[in-house]
C-alpha cells in the first residue's frame, strides 16, 4: 500500500458545478469544492464560515409564493453620515435609516405619491425596476409608469413624487421628448392656429380609441392630456371624439420657423418661393407672415402680413405673391416666422405617455440624467441636457443640449439598463451598446454614437460595476457576464464568470455588490435565486481566480443590499408554528446563527414570543459556548438546566456549514488515481478562530466536560490532525460543524492510501 499527500491549499474556484467532477487534470478541480455552503472565499486563500443573520425588523407582509419578489430593498446614500435602506413593496415604500454606528430603524412610510395620490409599484413591477440617485432623490423607473422621484425632505421624511419637465417663461413649451408616431403620410391639420376647442384632425386614424364612446368622446382614450409638437408650438389633446379628430388647447400660435435665406425672389416678379419643409398647403391657402426682413429688394412691409398660396411647387416648397415686385433675384428673408394650421405631416407626440410607455430604464452619467426604453420607442435613448436634468429639448445642437438617440440596429431591442462607466453601458434584450467618451471628451450631440459590442442580451436584473467591469445577467437570465474592454479586441467583450458554477445560477432574481468586507478590502457580488439561495462570488483579476460559494438558511433569501460594508438581506422564516414571515436582517459578525438577537433574561429563561411562536427549536449561544437546541414553550426558552445563572444569550437559528471536496486524486507515475480503490487516512487543516469543526463527521474536540460557562474558550488556531478509516472509490472530505460557533479554514491536505 503507498501513501500520497495531496494538498488543497486554498479553494479560490469555489464550488464547481457537478460536471466539472471529471476533471482531474485541471486546475480548477485541485483549488475547487463540490460543496461549499455558508462559506467566503477569503482573498489570501481559504474560507472562513459566514456571520449570522441580526434580525432587524419584521415586516407585516403576507407571503405570497407566486411573486418574484415582495420586497426588493435598495440603498439610499444621502451623505456619509446619513444611509438609508429603501423597502421597496406592494403600493409601499419602507424607508429604514442607518446610522453613524449602523444601527437600523424604521424612519418613514410612503404610500402616496404627492402628485396623484396613486403609488404605482407593485409586487408585479419591483423586480423590474431600475434606480439612479443623486443627492436627495432617487428616481425609479418602469416603462409602465412615469418616471417616479424619492426625495428625501428631511432627516426621516421621505416623499414620493411624479417626474415633471421643465418649460419655458411662459409655460408654452415643455422641454420633454417627442417622436413622429405616426404612420408615413398622415397629417394632421387643426381648426386654428390659437385658442381652446381646437379640432384636430389626421388624415387616417391616429388617435386611440380606448374604451366605449360616451357623449361622442372617448374619455378612456390614452391620448387625452397628450400633448402633440406642431413645428416649435404644442397642443394639449382634452378629448377623442373618433380615430381622426380629436379636440386640444393649443399654448401660444401654430407658427413655423423658416431658415434663414429661405425666400427666393425673380427680379421684376412679385412671386415669392418659399423653402418649408413639409408645409402641408394647397393652392388658396391662407396664411400669416412675421419677422420677416427684405428680400431681392422686396421691403419687410410687402412681404410680413396675411398672405396666400399662389403655386404648391412640392411638399417642401410653394409660393406667394408679395405687396411689390423683386428688383434682383436673390435669396432671403432672414428667419420669418409662418403661421398656419395647414395640415402637415411634421407634427410629433410626446416620447413619454400611458399610450406610448414610459422609460425603463435611468442613469446619471457625465452631468446628465439619461432615460432610456419606453413601449413606444424600445431602443430610444434620451440623455437631458448638461446640469438640467429636467430639460430634454433637444435644441439647436449645441454641446449641452439634451440628446437624442436610437440603437437603431434593424431588429427590436428593448433597452432595460444604462449604467454609467467609463463610457455609458446600454444594456438591451439583445445586444450591448456604448455611447463612448472619446478621448476624454464629454458626450455632445455632435459628437454622440451609439456602438453595439456584444450580443447577449441583458436581463431585467439591474448590473453592478465589479473590479472595473460591468456584470450582468444575460437574457437566458442563468448566466452572468462581465461587460468590459479588452486590448485584443479593441472593444468590449462580455464573458461568462458563472460557467463553472453554472448549478448555482438558476433563476436569479437580483444582485448586489460589496466592496470591502470582513475587515480587508475584497469585493463580493451577492446574486439571489428564485430558490431562496444566496450565490457569493469573489474574484481577483490580477490573479486570474474567481469562485462562487452558495449561502442557505433555514428560511429563504428574497432580497439584498449593500450599506458600506455593511450587507443587509431580506429572509422569510417560519417562526415555528408554521407562519412564514419575511424579516430584515444584516450579516452581523457579532452573531453565529441567523434570526438572532441578543436576549436579556434571568435564571437561564428568555422571553422571545415577539419572535418565535410557541414549537419553535432555536439554537441558544453564551459567547464561546453552545448550549444546544430547546423549545419554545409558553413565549420562553428555558435553558436553566444547562447553565441556571444564565442572563444574557444569542438566540436564533443554526444553518449547516459544508465544505464537500471533489474526489481526492492525484497523478503518480502510472496516471492518475481516479479508477483506483484508494481511502482518505489522514486530514490535516489549518485553521484559524475556530471554535467548532468535524471532519467526516469525527469532532474536532474543545469543549471538556468541566469547562465553565462563565469563561471565555480560546479558539484554535493553527494545524489540526483528523484520521479516518474506510475505502471508497472516490474519497472525499467533508468539513462540517456541531456547535454554531467560529470556523475558519486555510488549507486542507489529505493523506490517501492506494
Given at each position: 500500500?503507498?501513501?500520497?499527500?495531496?494538498?488543497?491549499?486554498?479553494?479560490?474556484?469555489?464550488?464547481?458545478?457537478?460536471?466539472?467532477?471529471?476533471?482531474?487534470?485541471?486546475?480548477?478541480?485541485?483549488?475547487?469544492?463540490?460543496?461549499?455552503?455558508?462559506?467566503?472565499?477569503?482573498?489570501?486563500?481559504?474560507?472562513?464560515?459566514?456571520?449570522?443573520?441580526?434580525?432587524?425588523?419584521?415586516?407585516?407582509?403576507?407571503?405570497?409564493?407566486?411573486?418574484?419578489?415582495?420586497?426588493?430593498?435598495?440603498?439610499?446614500?444621502?451623505?456619509?453620515?446619513?444611509?438609508?435602506?429603501?423597502?421597496?413593496?406592494?403600493?409601499?415604500?419602507?424607508?429604514?435609516?442607518?446610522?453613524?454606528?449602523?444601527?437600523?430603524?424604521?424612519?418613514?412610510?410612503?404610500?402616496?405619491?404627492?402628485?396623484?395620490?396613486?403609488?404605482?409599484?407593485?409586487?408585479?413591477?419591483?423586480?423590474?425596476?431600475?434606480?439612479?440617485?443623486?443627492?436627495?432623490?432617487?428616481?425609479?423607473?418602469?416603462?409602465?409608469?412615469?418616471?417616479?422621484?424619492?426625495?428625501r425632505t428631511g432627516l426621516t421624511s421621505f416623499q414620493m413624487e411624479t417626474k415633471t419637465f421643465d418649460g419655458n417663461s411662459a409655460n408654452t413649451l415643455i422641454h420633454q421628448p417627442y417622436?413622429?408616431?405616426?404612420?408615413?403620410?398622415?397629417?394632421?391639420?387643426?381648426?386654428?392656429?390659437?385658442?381652446?376647442?381646437?379640432?384636430?384632425?389626421?388624415?387616417?386614424?391616429?388617435?386611440?380609441?380606448?374604451?366605449?364612446?360616451?357623449?361622442?368622446?372617448?374619455?378612456?382614450?390614452?391620448?387625452?392630456?397628450?400633448?402633440?409638437?406642431?413645428?416649435?408650438?404644442?397642443?394639449?389633446?382634452?378629448?377623442?371624439?373618433?380615430?381622426?379628430?380629436?379636440?386640444?388647447?393649443?399654448?401660444?400660435?401654430?407658427?413655423?420657423?423658416?431658415?434663414?435665406?429661405?425666400?427666393?425672389?425673380?427680379?421684376?416678379?412679385?412671386?415669392?418661393?418659399?423653402?418649408?419643409?413639409?408645409?402641408?398647403?394647397?393652392?388658396?391657402?391662407?396664411?400669416?407672415?412675421?419677422?420677416?426682413?427684405?428680400?431681392?429688394?422686396?421691403?419687410?412691409?410687402?412681404?410680413?402680413?396675411?398672405?396666400?398660396?399662389?403655386?404648391?411647387?412640392?411638399?417642401?416648397?410653394?409660393?406667394?405673391?408679395?405687396?411689390?415686385?423683386?428688383?434682383?433675384?436673390?435669396?432671403?428673408?432672414?428667419?420669418?416666422?409662418?403661421?398656419?394650421?395647414?395640415?402637415?405631416?411634421?407634427?410629433?407626440?410626446?416620447?413619454?405617455?400611458?399610450?406610448?410607455?414610459?422609460?425603463?430604464?435611468?442613469?446619471?452619467?457625465?452631468?446628465?440624467?439619461?432615460?432610456?426604453?419606453?413601449?413606444?420607442?424600445?431602443?430610444?435613448?434620451?440623455?437631458?441636457?448638461?446640469?438640467?436634468?429636467?430639460?430634454?429639448?433637444?435644441?439647436?445642437?449645441?454641446?449641452?443640449?439634451?440628446?437624442?438617440?436610437?440603437?437603431?440596429?434593424?431588429?427590436?431591442?428593448?433597452?432595460?439598463?444604462?449604467?454609467?462607466?467609463?463610457?455609458?453601458?446600454?444594456?438591451?434584450?439583445?445586444?450591448?451598446?456604448?455611447?463612448?467618451?472619446?478621448?476624454?471628451?464629454?458626450?455632445?450631440?455632435?459628437?454622440?454614437?451609439?456602438?453595439?459590442?456584444?450580443?447577449?442580451?441583458?436581463?431585467?436584473?439591474?448590473?453592478?460595476?465589479?473590479?472595473?467591469?460591468?456584470?450582468?445577467?444575460?437574457?437566458?437570465?442563468?448566466?452572468?457576464?462581465?461587460?468590459?474592454?479588452?486590448?485584443?479586441?479593441?472593444?468590449?467583450?462580455?464573458?461568462?464568470?458563472?460557467?463553472?458554477?453554472?448549478?448555482?445560477?438558476?433563476?436569479?432574481?437580483?444582485?448586489?455588490?460589496?466592496?470591502?468586507?470582513?475587515?480587508?478590502?475584497?469585493?463580493?457580488?451577492?446574486?439571489?435565486?428564485?430558490?431562496?439561495?444566496?450565490?457569493?462570488?469573489?474574484?481577483?483579476?490580477?490573479?486570474?481566480?474567481?469562485?462562487?460559494?452558495?449561502?442557505?438558511?433555514?428560511?429563504?433569501?428574497?432580497?439584498?443590499?449593500?450599506?458600506?460594508?455593511?450587507?443587509?438581506?431580506?429572509?422569510?422564516?417560519?417562526?415555528?408554528?408554521?407562519?412564514?414571515?419575511?424579516?430584515?436582517?444584516?450579516?452581523?459578525?457579532?452573531?453565529?446563527?441567523?434570526?438572532?438577537?441578543?436576549?436579556?433574561?434571568?435564571?437561564?429563561?428568555?422571553?422571545?414570543?415577539?419572535?418565535?411562536?410557541?414549537?419553535?427549536?432555536?439554537?441558544?449561544?453564551?459567547?464561546?459556548?453552545?448550549?444546544?437546541?430547546?423549545?419554545?414553550?409558553?413565549?420562553?426558552?428555558?435553558?436553566?438546566?444547562?447553565?441556571?445563572?444564565?442572563?444574557?444569550?444569542?438566540?436564533?437559528?443554526?444553518?449547516?456549514?459544508?465544505?464537500?471536496?471533489?474526489?481526492?486524486?492525484?497523478?503518480?507515475?502510472?496516471?492518475?488515481?481516479?479508477?483506483?480503490?484508494?481511502?482518505?487516512?489522514?486530514?490535516?487543516?489549518?485553521?484559524?478562530?475556530?471554535?467548532?469543526?468535524?471532519?467526516?463527521?469525527?469532532?474536532?474536540?474543545?469543549?471538556?466536560?468541566?469547562?465553565?460557562?462563565?469563561?471565555?474558550?480560546?479558539?484554535?488556531?493553527?494545524?489540526?490532525?483528523?484520521?479516518?478509516?474506510?475505502?471508497?472509490?472516490?474519497?472525499?472530505?467533508?468539513?462540517?460543524?456541531?456547535?454554531?460557533?467560529?470556523?475558519q479554514i486555510n488549507s486542507l491536505v489529505a493523506e490517501i492510501a492506494f
Amino acid at each position: 500500500m503507498r501513501k500520497l499527500r495531496v494538498p488543497i491549499s486554498n479553494f479560490q474556484f469555489g464550488e464547481v458545478s457537478p460536471s466539472l467532477i471529471s476533471r482531474t487534470d485541471s486546475q480548477v478541480y485541485q483549488n475547487s469544492a463540490q460543496k461549499v455552503e455558508n462559506f467566503f472565499l477569503r482573498a489570501e486563500g481559504g474560507i472562513i464560515k459566514r456571520m449570522g443573520l441580526k434580525n432587524i425588523y419584521e415586516f407585516d407582509t403576507t407571503v405570497d409564493t407566486s411573486k418574484v419578489q415582495q420586497h426588493r430593498i435598495i440603498p439610499f446614500i444621502f451623505s456619509d453620515d446619513e444611509r438609508y435602506i429603501v423597502s421597496l413593496e406592494n403600493l409601499k415604500i419602507r424607508v429604514f435609516r442607518v446610522d453613524t454606528s449602523f444601527n437600523v430603524t424604521l424612519a418613514a412610510t410612503v404610500t402616496q405619491d404627492t402628485s396623484s395620490n396613486a403609488l404605482p409599484i407593485t409586487h408585479d413591477n419591483i423586480h423590474e425596476l431600475t434606480y439612479a440617485q443623486s443627492g436627495d432623490t432617487m428616481f425609479l423607473a418602469h416603462n409602465t409608469f412615469m418616471v417616479r422621484k424619492l426625495v428625501r425632505t428631511g432627516l426621516t421624511s421621505f416623499q414620493m413624487e411624479t417626474k415633471t419637465f421643465d418649460g419655458n417663461s411662459a409655460n408654452t413649451l415643455i422641454h420633454q421628448p417627442y417622436f413622429g408616431f405616426a404612420s408615413a403620410g398622415v397629417t394632421l391639420d387643426p381648426s386654428a392656429s390659437s385658442g381652446t376647442g381646437i379640432t384636430l384632425t389626421t388624415s387616417s386614424a391616429y388617435f386611440d380609441i380606448t374604451g366605449s364612446q360616451s357623449g361622442g368622446d372617448y374619455p378612456d382614450s390614452k391620448h387625452v392630456n397628450v400633448t402633440l409638437r406642431y413645428f416649435g408650438s404644442e397642443i394639449k389633446i382634452t378629448s377623442v371624439q373618433s380615430a381622426t379628430s380629436a379636440t386640444g388647447t393649443v399654448f401660444g400660435n401654430l407658427k413655423r420657423r423658416l431658415t434663414a435665406d429661405s425666400f427666393r425672389t425673380t427680379e421684376g416678379v412679385g412671386t415669392v418661393e418659399v423653402t418649408l419643409v413639409g408645409h402641408g398647403l394647397t393652392a388658396s391657402d391662407a396664411f400669416t407672415i412675421s419677422n420677416a426682413s427684405s428680400a431681392g429688394g422686396i421691403a419687410p412691409s410687402n412681404l410680413n402680413g396675411s398672405r396666400t398660396v399662389a403655386e404648391v411647387i412640392d411638399e417642401n416648397k410653394f409660393t406667394f405673391t408679395a405687396g411689390a415686385n423683386a428688383t434682383s433675384a436673390t435669396a432671403g428673408g432672414g428667419t420669418p416666422n409662418i403661421e398656419t394650421h395647414a395640415p402637415t405631416t411634421e407634427f410629433k407626440e410626446q416620447s413619454y405617455s400611458s399610450l406610448r410607455g414610459f422609460p425603463g430604464a435611468v442613469a446619471f452619467h457625465q452631468n446628465r440624467l439619461w432615460y432610456g426604453g419606453t413601449l413606444g420607442q424600445p431602443d430610444g435613448i434620451w440623455g437631458s441636457k448638461t446640469g438640467t436634468f429636467f430639460n430634454f429639448d433637444i435644441g439647436d445642437a449645441e454641446d449641452n443640449d439634451a440628446l437624442d438617440l436610437t440603437t437603431a440596429i434593424g431588429e427590436i431591442n428593448t433597452i432595460r439598463h444604462i449604467i454609467s462607466n467609463k463610457d455609458l453601458h446600454v444594456f438591451t434584450s439583445t445586444d450591448e451598446f456604448i455611447i463612448p467618451a472619446l478621448q476624454g471628451q464629454v458626450t455632445t450631440p455632435t459628437n454622440a454614437s451609439i456602438e453595439r459590442q456584444t450580443s447577449f442580451g441583458s436581463s431585467f436584473l439591474r448590473p453592478y460595476i465589479y473590479d472595473g467591469a460591468t456584470v450582468f445577467v444575460d437574457s437566458s437570465g442563468s448566466m452572468v457576464r462581465e461587460f468590459i474592454f479588452t486590448d485584443a479586441v479593441n472593444g468590449y467583450t462580455g464573458n461568462s464568470i458563472s460557467t463553472l458554477s453554472s448549478h448555482l445560477i438558476k433563476t436569479p432574481v437580483q444582485m448586489a455588490m460589496l466592496s470591502g468586507a470582513i475587515g480587508r478590502a475584497e469585493n463580493y457580488l451577492f446574486i439571489v435565486d428564485a430558490d431562496g439561495t444566496l450565490a457569493v462570488f469573489n474574484s481577483n483579476r490580477v490573479e486570474k481566480r474567481a469562485g462562487y460559494t452558495q449561502f442557505t438558511s433555514q428560511g429563504s433569501f428574497h432580497s439584498v443590499c449593500v450599506i458600506d460594508t455593511h450587507v443587509y438581506a431580506v429572509v422569510k422564516f417560519d417562526k415555528g408554528d408554521g407562519t412564514n414571515k419575511y424579516f430584515l436582517v444584516e450579516f452581523d459578525n457579532s452573531f453565529n446563527m441567523d434570526l438572532a438577537k441578543t436576549y436579556s433574561g434571568s435564571n437561564g429563561v428568555f422571553s422571545v414570543s415577539s419572535d418565535f411562536a410557541n414549537g419553535a427549536v432555536v439554537d441558544v449561544v453564551n459567547g464561546t459556548f453552545y448550549l444546544g437546541s430547546f423549545t419554545v414553550s409558553g413565549g420562553n426558552v428555558d435553558v436553566s438546566s444547562v447553565d441556571s445563572a444564565l442572563s444574557s444569550a444569542e438566540i436564533g437559528l443554526k444553518f449547516n456549514v459544508n465544505l464537500i471536496t471533489n474526489p481526492i486524486d492525484a497523478q503518480v507515475a502510472d496516471g492518475p488515481l481516479t479508477s483506483e480503490p484508494r481511502t482518505v487516512q489522514r486530514v490535516v487543516l489549518d485553521l484559524n478562530n475556530t471554535l467548532s469543526v468535524n471532519v467526516n463527521n469525527n469532532e474536532l474536540i474543545i469543549r471538556q466536560v468541566t469547562d465553565d460557562f462563565s469563561l471565555a474558550r480560546t479558539p484554535v488556531t493553527g494545524k489540526k490532525e483528523f484520521r479516518l478509516l474506510g475505502f471508497g472509490g472516490d474519497p472525499q472530505v467533508t468539513v462540517s460543524q456541531t456547535a454554531p460557533l467560529s470556523l475558519q479554514i486555510n488549507s486542507l491536505v489529505a493523506e490517501i492510501a492506494f
